[in-house]
Structures are given as C-alpha cells and as structure tokens.
C-alpha cells in the first residue's frame, strides 16, 4: 500500500496547536473511559441493598463490565481499522453514555447490569486513540502522546476513587452514573470537533465467526477467573468454563489462521516483538493490580488489627490519586527514554520500579505518607510501561492493522489484571486474622500479595528482555524512533467494505 507524501516540516502554523489539541482531547477521551473502573467501587458494599438483590447477584454490576470490555477491545480494534478508528471511537463514547443514562435511570438489578455492559463496550477507545495518533501526528510527537494517552488508563483509575467517593458520600448514587454520562458527552463533542478521521483503512469484510469464537472463549475464561472464588475453583461449573475456554480458543485459533481476513492476525501476533510485548503485558496488568486492591484495604482496615490505618475511603482515594500525576507526568520522560535507548529498555526500566514499589511498600505501611510514596513509585514505573508498549506494538506492525494491535495488547493487560484479582483474592481469603467477631485478610497474607506483585514486575522485566532492540516494518520506524523526523502523513485508503 503506497504512503501519502511525508508532511512537510513547517506545515503551518497552526500544526501544533492543532496536535496538542488532538493530545488533549483523545487523553481526556482515556481518562473518562478509565473512570469506569473506580466508579462503582465506594458503593459496592451497598448494591444488594440499593438494587434489592443478593451480594452473589450485584457482584455482576462489575463483572459485566469486564466481560463486555474484554470482547468489545479487540472488536473495536478490527472495525476501527477497517471503517474508521474517529467513528469506532465515537460509537464507544455513546456506548459509555447511553450505559451510563440506562444505570442513572435505575433502581433494579437489571437494568444496571444491562447499563454497566455497554459501558465496558467503551474500552477500545484508548488503543483507537493510540492509533489515530500514530495516523495523525508528526514522529517527533508521537512518542510523548501514546505514553500520554496509554497512561490516561491508570490516570482516570487513580483520580476516579476519590472523585466518586466525594460524589458517594454527599449525593444520591445515581449521580456517580449522570456524572459520567456528562463526561463521556463532553469527550463524544470534543472528538467530533477536534479528531479528524483517518485514512488509514484496511477493508475487507468484518470477520463475524471470528468475532464470536474469541467472545465465547473469552467469556469462558474470564468468568472461570472472576467468578471462581465464588463458585469455588474444583467446582464443575468453573473447571468447565477453563477447559470450554481452551477449546474455544484454540478451534478458534484454528480458524483464524485460515481465514482470509480475520479478527486478530495470529500471523502478525506472533512476530517476536509482538508477542513477547503480549507476553509481558499480562505479567505487568497481574502485578500492577496488587497496588489497586491492597492499599485501599490497608489503609481503610481497623487500626486495632496493628497493621490498618483505620481511614475512610475518600483518604485512601486521595493516598492513591497522586499516583495517576505521576504517570501522566512520566510520558514524556518515557518518550524520551524511549527515543535515546528504544521502548525495549523503557519497559524493563518501568518494570523495575514496579517491582521496586512494591518491595517499599512490604517494608514501609505503618504510616499514611508510606502509602503516598508506594503509589507515586508505583505510579511512574506503570507511566514507563504504558508508555513503552504501545511504542513497541506500533514499531512490528502496518500502520492498517494498529487499531486491532494495540487493542489486543491492552487485552493481554486485561488478562493479567483478573487473574492477578482472583489470585489475590485466594491468598487474601485463606490468610487471615480475627477481630472480635470479624475475620480479616492477615498482614502476612498482604505481604504475600505485594510480594507477587513485585515477582510479576520481575517476570515482565525477564521476558521484556526478549525482545529485539529494534524493529522497524515495512520501511517505517516506529514511534519511539521518529524524533527529529518528520514521519510519512502514512494515509493509506484501501478498499471500504
């Protein structure tokens, strides 16, 4: 496929501005799509009372989105790069608004798992941003702004808690969901008016047997990893959603290799740097979650069990939120990094100070500024990684195939992330102490988890290691390269379906 003629380096004045605007608003597209994973948190506790159902029930008000994020990722992906990435990333925006007025409007157990489903199907809009700004921007930005728009995931996770605690405690708790129907409105008008469309199409027809294999396969092995602590890990139900989903997917790997246009070019995945930047994101997603699940409890556990710090959830929001500061402000020296020594080294440096954060912490929790530290570490070895792998996945594939890799490859963190939950929510039930008439997850079993947390950092560090140095395809270097350069405008129209 012939590229566009390269831009040229003074394509006006107004090129940057219009660049910084594109940044900006496809990061606050990131972060208002990444609220979604602390929204409903302050008021999970209270959700078999507010909804009229059991605990067992409510709990998929959560598991839901989940779910529906996991499938819709790589979905996105593929349509994007082949009708519009602008126009995928639009439809997910209403997808998150019209999820959000259906929870909003409700006051029964249905209706919000139905709204909190087709808020999940938003979550491609971050790999579709990661891609329009490869399409859009000059080399010498596109480095920064991936790390920036990669980073917004754990930004709008950090800022969210204490956000929706503060809206928790002094209103009504439908106002968390018109809160965020408002937010995604506001991102749906701001890419409309600022996002152009891209070019950069692959065409061909929509692989829909694809699409239902890997959804089937998925669900199987997410709902085994999500829900198995539940239905207990020996039980039949969940050891036959393991095995269905590793049929699933291999008759569906099976197919894929097969087909003449697939949902996910197993082909182009299992380029060595492809896969090996797979293979470490599950690790980095299973141990940047420990950080997510355990101080928050740490800091809300009783100050009698001699261990917690007996705060409330809005302080152990705003403990966490400087963490999603620091990995915005990190992007760029990601990006820098990156460009001197290739987003190889910047995810093993990121994974080292994951691992590093994780060992302080084991160290240091008896005071709340010890718990601020951890996140902020934490924080900036998460804003190296994000920034790295999108660098990495960008530089091993066509320009018309970044939309369905940069959504697999958040995929692959998603992953890492349930499974690290359910292996800590092991660790943690079987670990405990009492207090009084409560049995509580022990310090030991915290340790453990932080201490796994620290191993997976480690791992992703060793596997990361595998990975070329540089390698750049069909000609184009990839985005970590690119500073100083003007990069081809890279707008290649292929035939539309």
């Known amino acids: 496929?012939?590229?566009?003629?390269?831009?040229?380096?003074?394509?006006?004045?107004?090129?940057?501005?219009?660049?910084?605007?594109?940044?900006?608003?496809?990061?606050?597209?990131?972060?208002?799509?990444?609220?979604?994973?602390?929204?409903?948190?302050?008021?999970?506790?209270?959700?078999?009372?507010?909804?009229?159902?059991?605990?067992?029930?409510?709990?998929?008000?959560?598991?839901?989105?989940?779910?529906?994020?996991?499938?819709?990722?790589?979905v996105m992906g593929r349509l994007g790069d082949m009708y519009g990435k602008r126009r995928m990333l639009l439809v997910g925006l209403s997808m998150?608004?019209?999820?959000?007025?259906?929870?909003?409007?409700?006051?029964?157990?249905?209706?919000?798992?139905?709204?909190?489903?087709?808020?999940?199907?938003?979550?491609?809009?971050?790999?579709?941003?990661?891609?329009?700004?490869?399409?859009?921007?000059?080399?010498?930005?596109?480095?920064?702004?991936?790390?920036?728009?990669?980073?917004?995931?754990?930004?709008?996770?950090?800022?969210?808690?204490?956000?929706?605690?503060?809206?928790?405690?002094?209103?009504?708790?439908?106002?968390?969901?018109?809160?965020?129907?408002?937010?995604?409105?506001?991102?749906?008008?701001?890419?409309?008016?600022?996002?152009?469309?891209?070019?950069?199409?692959?065409?061909?027809?929509?692989?829909?047997?694809?699409?239902?294999?890997?959804?089937?396969?998925?669900v199987c092995l997410l709902l085994a990893i999500s829900k198995g602590a539940d239905w207990g890990w020996g039980s039949g139900t969940t050891l036959g959603l393991f095995v269905a989903a590793v049929v699933i997917l291999l008759v569906w790997g099976v197919f894929e290799l097969r087909v003449k246009e697939p949902l996910v070019d197993l082909r182009a995945t299992a380029r060595r740097q492809v896969l090996v930047t797979n293979l470490a994101s599950v690790a980095l997603g299973f141990g940047m979650f420990a950080m997510s699940l355990v101080l928050p409890q740490l800091l809300q556990l009783p100050a009698a069990t001699g261990y917690g710090l007996g705060k409330s959830l809005l302080t152990a929001g705003l403990v966490m939120a400087p963490s999603g500061l620091v990995m915005m402000a990190t992007a760029p020296v990601s990006a820098a990094v990156s460009r001197a020594r290739g987003p190889k080294v910047t995810l093993m440096i990121g994974a080292l100070i994951v691992a590093a954060g994780y060992?302080?912490?084991?160290?240091?929790?008896?005071?709340?500024?010890?718990?601020?530290?951890?996140?902020?570490?934490?924080?900036c070895g998460i804003g190296f990684t994000y920034g790295a792998m999108p660098a990495l996945i960008m530089g091993a594939v066509p320009a018309s195939e970044t939309g369905a890799a940069n959504s697999l490859n958040t995929l692959m963190r998603s992953i890492g992330t349930s499974t690290a939950s359910a292996v800590a929510g092991v660790i943690l039930a079987n670990m405990t102490t009492t207090l009084g008439p409560a049995t509580l997850p022990s310090?030991?079993?915290?340790?453990?988890?932080?201490?796994?947390?620290?191993?997976?950092?480690?791992?992703?560090?060793?596997?990361?290691?595998?990975?070329?140095?540089?390698?750049?395809?069909?000609?184009?270097?990839?985005?970590?390269?690119?500073?100083?350069?003007?990069?081809?405008?890279?707008k290649v129209s292929g035939a539309k379906a």
């Open 443 to 490: 310090e030991n079993g915290f340790k453990t988890v932080l201490a796994i947390g620290a191993g997976a950092a480690l791992l992703a560090f060793a596997v990361a290691s595998f990975i070329p140095r540089r390698t750049p395809v069909d000609g184009q270097r990839s985005p970590a390269e690119g500073a100083g350069e003007h990069r081809p405008a890279g």
């Open 96 to 218: 998150l608004v019209i999820g959000s007025v259906a929870v909003g409007l409700s006051d029964s157990l249905t209706p919000v798992i139905v709204g909190r489903a087709l808020q999940g199907l938003a979550a491609g809009v971050i790999p579709l941003g990661i891609s329009i700004m490869r399409d859009e921007l000059p080399a010498e930005r596109l480095g920064s702004a991936t790390a920036m728009m990669s980073a917004s995931l754990g930004v709008g996770g950090a800022l969210g808690l204490p956000a929706a605690a503060v809206i928790a405690e002094n209103f009504d708790w439908h106002m968390l969901f018109w809160t965020s129907a408002s937010l995604g409105a506001v991102a749906a008008v701001v890419v409309l008016v600022f996002v152009p469309e891209s070019e950069v199409r692959t065409g061909g027809r929509f692989d829909v047997l694809g699409a239902l294999g890997m959804a089937a396969g998925l």
């Open 1 to 74: 496929m012939p590229d566009a003629p390269a831009r040229p380096a003074g394509a006006g004045t107004s090129a940057v501005p219009r660049s910084n605007a594109l940044v900006a608003v496809l990061a606050f597209g990131g972060i208002v799509v990444s609220l979604m994973q602390t929204l409903v948190i302050p008021i999970v506790p209270e959700l078999p009372k507010l909804l009229h159902g059991s605990s067992a029930d409510t709990a998929w008000a959560v598991t839901a989105t989940l779910l529906a994020a996991a499938v819709a990722t790589p």
């Open 359 to 379: 060992g302080i912490n084991i160290v240091l929790m008896d005071q709340v500024w010890h718990f601020v530290l951890v996140s902020c570490v934490i924080g």
